[in-house]
């Protein structure tokens, strides 16, 4: 006799619900950073169009930035906190490398017993997790996701280093994501390109600092390196993007893409031919390169400040350590 297993199913489409934020409660001008890298205030700007960035208390972690946006994305849902049945977190800035951020998180919401992972994708982790929350609600695996990217950069910063150092910012984003009557997130176009990884990621190991090889690991990055992937290789991911959703970019109410440098951000739009109208997501500006919580800090201020958008269509893409990507069009909730 044979056995025919059962088999889950889930709904046709997802889109986002709603979003959540947490900024590092310090507002850090470039003055504050331009000793140890010997620079200046107009070098910063000009660079990477960065006038502060937000850096988190000492005693707050990026557990502590990720349940404060998370709960904000379930309260505007809608959604009963039990019934989110899967969380997701993207990090590289967990303070312990065990447990799971995403578990912590789902019971301080009240989420528990929800499936929860963490992502380790670096400024494209937000975007995986997206497409992975996506593809889970409609096999059936969950109904209701909360997609959260973290992080706690300055932690892992060495004021000194003239590559990445006067970037980085730390803050969370979240996204409750669940079932939709019409399709609410496209196709994603993701991947790597692990031969490039030197080209932006931690300078030692913890093994390497636990027997005195190295210092305490932090950041670093190959800027020119880093600068022409993301120019050349990412437009051509972003249009790829545009394709599998079958839209135009005359389509697009919204450009959200990771927030690493503004002259990327730039030249992106340029390379795209976004009309004048798409607004274009420039939190870079005051809260700096948060890696992974970038795109959804991004999307949470730009629907702040424009509430029309809501309902539009946003592409977003996120790019950076690994080398990794991920770009989708979503409707803005």
Not at 91 to 115: E, H
Not at 127 to 153: C, P, S, W
Request: net charge negative; aromatic share 6%; glycine share 8%.
């Amino acid at each position: 006799m044979s056995i025919t297993l059962t088999q889950a199913t889930g709904p046709a489409f997802t889109r986002i619900y709603s979003y959540g934020a947490a900024r590092g409660e310090n507002a850090v001008p470039n003055d504050d950073l331009i000793g140890p890298i010997d620079s200046s205030d107009e070098w910063i700007r000009q660079r990477t169009g960065i006038i502060t960035r937000v850096r988190a208390d000492h005693g707050t972690d990026a557990i502590d930035l990720a349940t404060v946006a998370a709960n904000e994305a379930i309260e505007k849902s809608g959604v009963p906190a039990d019934q989110i049945d899967l969380v997701i977190v993207a990090t590289i800035s967990n303070p312990k490398q065990s447990p799971s951020v995403s578990a912590i998180v789902a019971d301080r919401v009240g989420a528990n017993p929800a499936a929860a992972y963490d992502v380790n994708a670096a400024c494209a982790g937000y975007a995986y997790a997206v497409t992975q929350a996506d593809a889970l609600i409609k096999a059936g695996a969950a109904r209701y996701a909360l997609v959260i990217g973290t992080e706690k950069l300055s932690d892992i910063v060495d004021p000194a280093d003239r590559s990445i150092s006067f970037l980085l910012g730390d803050g969370a984003g979240a996204a409750l994501i669940g079932p939709s009557d019409t399709p609410g997130i496209a196709p994603a176009v993701w991947g790597s390109d692990g031969s490039k990884a030197d080209a932006v990621g931690m300078n030692g190991t913890l093994t390497e600092f636990r027997d005195g090889e190295v210092p305490w690991p932090t950041l670093r990055q190959e800027g020119q390196t880093v600068f022409r992937w993301a120019v050349w290789e990412m437009a051509k991911v972003a249009r790829e993007a545009l394709d599998k959703a079958g839209v135009e970019p005359a389509d697009i109410a919204a450009f959200i893409p990771h927030q690493a440098n503004m002259r990327i951000i730039d030249e992106f739009a340029k390379q795209l031919k976004l009309p004048e109208t798409t607004v274009i997501a420039r939190d870079i500006e005051t809260t700096g390169n948060t890696s992974a919580a970038s795109i959804p800090l991004a999307s949470h201020r730009l629907m702040a400040e424009h509430p029309e958008l809501s309902g539009g269509l946003a592409l977003q893409i996120g790019f950076g350590a690994g080398l990794v990507f991920a770009a989708q069009v979503v409707v803005l909730p």
